[in-house]
């Protein structure tokens, strides 16, 4: 399986991805930017609009190459003249306050001295949690996991929590997921499998969206959902612009400023020291926020 | 004179501001929070909200102390086990689309080791450039700087082009101002006269936010100006998040999230790859977030 397999088939998970969205959400726009990129490489953006479900996000794959740069070298710590790097990239902001933002993320690195690794990973943030949901999507993760490595779920998970933490708020940015770096092989897994088990979470990543959706209760949303919609909304921003390694990587290095930042949300809302009323269900969802929490329970 | 005196200087400026700033706009509400740091000092933060003009901000003031910690000495590259700091900073973010969002900064930093310097800086970011107002705002800073040093102003302009630029945009953040760091002394200013260049700017700022405004245009606000001033204001996130110094090194050092981050817009849209129209104000606007222009001729 070279590079260049794996890219095809990041591209056609993206394909994929976009096709099953669009039947969940058959009134969602899918634009097609092509783009290029001047050392090597480029990549197609599909940015996601004006659905039933889906406000506004993105479908994203890239395949780029080239000399190793000064930035990348410093930043990624990396050991070698020439790389490669290809992958799939989703963010997607619901319309609702009842329904979640997404998040996923499968991405294969290769350098010319022959080292390589996949990443990844998948989180969920909700706008109020609800604790079945929660379960229903980790359980959907634990289940993938389990196919390829019964130790896989529970230090993927934990990795999440930690990934997925705003220090500067003390709140991990939703229920969180899985997430994983610099996997080339394992004890359990063949470099193939590694490969299987990322499309596998692609494949998987409409039917765990589409499970979050629900369409019979339109009457919770109001003023006060929207504006709390608002205000976790500025808290992802927070997130990306602030800590996501992956953000601020590709913004620093001189990446498609508008592919990066198609995870911004279409509205945002900042306002100083709010605090919920204590016990409301915007208290409790805050309250949830915490890293460690079994949501398989 | 000495760093309590500093502080306690930096403290009536706060004071003043905010009642200058107050007689500007009436219905303006100013909060007051006091907080203490856990290694040493404090701060008073005035948020801002509900004006007639003003619609969110703030004007912060603080002095802390203690030992230098990890982050800081990585970061401000210090030589020094104790250190001081004392400062006020102001973000206006103005309801109308018509008048700008405004930034202002001066501090004070001194370690045990007896080096100290002065900082600071203000820029003006129009949602609409008027170069007429945007000549009277740096003409009233040549000339406060004129009073000090006639080389002064185009050297801390050209600091602030540099400074307050979104590389991942390739735009200024704004038309610029001044910006200044490390002044401790110079072959034309004691430290006494650097400091009351630092008061003066402070009291200079009122006056020059308050020649920003203007009431009789209120037709020129509609749907599709509101729109740009949405999309500026995102803009202004990603500088403050992504690049701003001082609000990084708050965030990551760990400082008061909720002082820190006043800075944040009310709200803020970010729209796929938006481009304004050719010939359109948004789009002459857009030609003019350049470093570099003479705004007084």
Known sequence: MTKSDIAASFKELQGYICRRLNEVDKSAEFLS???KRNQGGGGITRAVSGGEFIEKGG???SEVFGPVTESMAKQLKLDGVEFFATGVSIVLHSK????PIIHMNVRYFE???GTYW?????DLTPIYIDKLKAKKFHLGLKNLCDGYDLDMYLKYKKWADDYFYLPHRNETRGVGGIFFDHLSKSEKMTKNQVFEFCIALGKLFPELYSAQLSTNNNDKVN???????????SRYVE??????RGTKFGIYSGGRTESILMSMPPVAQWSYNFKPEETSNEANTLA????DIDWLK
């Open 33 to 35: 930017d092509d783009w």
């Open 59 to 61: 479908v994203a794959f």
């Open 96 to 99: 609702s306050p009842l329904h």
């Open 111 to 113: 350098m010319d001295n």
């Open 118 to 122: 996949f990443g990844g990973g998948i």
């Open 223 to 233: 003023e006060a959902t929207l504006q709390w919609q608002m205000l976790r909304r």
């Open 239 to 244: 997130f990306n612009l602030l800590h996501d």
């Open 288 to 291: 949830l926020l915490k890293k």
